[in-house]
C-alpha cells in the first residue's frame, strides 16, 4: 500500500499561483513513478503531469505545459506540483496518483491505468 496525501489546494485569483503537495508514505520504494491528475465539474479525470523519484519527468499535458512545473522530494516522499498563470479552467479537485505494479513510459504514464494507488484529492478554485 502506498497512501496519498494531497494537500495545497483552495481559491485562487485567476493569473494567480498554487503549489499543490502530495505525501507518500508505505512502499514508496517499489513506485515508479508519480503523477497528478485533475477532474472539472461533470467532466472525467484528466492527466496534468508525472514524475519519477530520481525527477525525470515522465509526461506533460499540453494545457499545463509552461505554466506548471512538478518537483519530487525524496527526503520527505513528497511530489509537488506548482500551477502559474492560472485559469478558470483549471479548477478541479486534484489527484496525485502512484505507479507501483506497472512501469509506464512517455505517454503511458499520462493513463489513468498505469497508476495503482490515489489519493483522495484536493480541491482548486480559480476565480476571476
Known amino acids: 500500500q502506498v497512501p496519498l496525501v494531497e494537500s495545497g489546494g483552495g481559491s485562487v485569483q485567476a493569473g494567480g499561483s498554487l503549489r499543490l503537495s502530495c505525501a507518500a508514505s508505505?512502499?514508496?520504494?517499489?513506485?515508479?513513478?508519480m503523477g497528478w491528475f485533475r477532474q472539472a465539474p461533470g467532466k472525467e479525470r484528466e492527466f496534468v503531469r508525472g514524475?519519477?523519484?530520481?525527477?525525470?519527468?515522465?509526461y506533460v499535458a499540453n494545457s499545463v505545459k509552461g505554466r506548471s512545473t512538478i518537483s519530487a522530494d525524496n527526503s520527505k516522499n513528497t511530489v509537488y506540483l506548482q500551477m502559474n498563470s492560472l485559469k478558470s479552467d483549471d479548477t478541479a479537485v486534484y489527484y496525485c496518483a502512484a505507479a507501483s505494479f506497472h512501469y509506464c513510459t512517455g505517454y503511458g504514464c499520462a493513463q489513468e491505468k498505469a497508476y495503482d494507488y490515489w489519493g483522495q484529492g484536493t480541491q482548486v478554485t480559480v476565480f476571476s
Open positions: 508505505g512502499r514508496t520504494e517499489r513506485t515508479s513513478a
Open positions: 514524475i519519477r523519484w530520481s525527477g525525470a519527468i515522465t
